[in-house]
């Protein structure tokens, strides 16, 4: 079902405009514009600092944003998210709380390389990214082969990604996908609440929401492999 738009949604994003650094698209032909359209963040005049950057694709209503900004406030981190309506909620919030140290661009994850720096990034977080198990939509999958030749530019030298999902066929095939595609998985779990990261895990939206339904929790750390240890 469709979400329906929020009220006064323009005017309220345009009242974000200090932590929302971009919205929608430069141009139809994503890949196009990936190839061409460069706003590069300069992260040092933004933040004013020169601390290691996180990046979130796909933060949803903002909680783990604003909880991992707060309990790391030495990170600067850039929470990314397709849909209006919902980057809006968490926008409001980290300006409502004085989260001095995130950002938000409210992009395709495609067009990542046109905002963020090739080789700035030390972790990216894929929190419950839609499973998408149709395989016409394998494509869209946040872990399929063209977004990790993404996050493959985006991160340094040993960045790393962080996935958590609910979804067990769809942890499998971002496994395989990581040993595929220039990363080593360095850590796995399948059942989060009992594994030793459950002391640091933040619990997102989605996940507080399938932890009701006793559903166990995938999660993942796949590190960045220099181009020579590729398979
Ligand atoms: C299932 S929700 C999870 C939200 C949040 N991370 C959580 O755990 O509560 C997945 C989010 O990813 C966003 N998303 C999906 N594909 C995306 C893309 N290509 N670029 C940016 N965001 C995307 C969706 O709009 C949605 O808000």
């Not at 989060?192 to 459950?198: F, G, N, P």
Request: some cysteine.
């Amino acid at each position: 079902m469709r979400m329906r738009k929020k009220r006064h949604l323009d005017e309220r994003l345009a009242q974000c405009g200090a932590v929302l650094l971009a919205r929608g698209k430069p141009c139809r032909n994503l890949k196009e514009a990936a190839e061409h359209y460069r706003a590069l963040i300069d992260f040092e005049g933004e933040f004013g600092n020169r601390n290691s950057v996180h990046l979130e694709v796909g933060c949803g209503n903002g909680g783990f944003a604003a909880a991992l900004a707060l309990r790391e406030p030495d990170i600067n981190l850039v929470a990314v998210e397709l849909c209006s309506n919902v980057i809006v909620t968490a926008a409001e919030r980290v300006l409502r709380e004085g989260i001095s140290n995130v950002r938000f661009l409210n992009i395709p994850a495609e067009i990542l390389p046109c905002y963020i720096p090739a080789g700035s990034v030390d972790v990216i977080y894929l929190n419950f990214s839609t499973p998408l198990p149709e395989t016409s939509r394998a494509r869209q999958r946040l872990t399929s082969p063209r977004f990790l030749a993404i996050y493959h530019e985006l991160l340094r030298a040993g960045g790393r990604i962080v996935q958590k999902t609910d979804s067990a066929p769809f942890f499998d095939y971002s496994l395989e996908q990581y040993e595929q595609n220039g990363f080593r998985v360095v850590q796995t779990t399948r059942d989060l609440a009992r594994s030793e990261w459950a002391g640091e895990n933040i619990i997102t939206e989605y996940e507080e929401n399938f932890m009701r339904q006793g559903i166990p929790i995938c999660r993942a750390v796949a590190v960045k492999c220099a181009r020579e240890e590729r398979i």
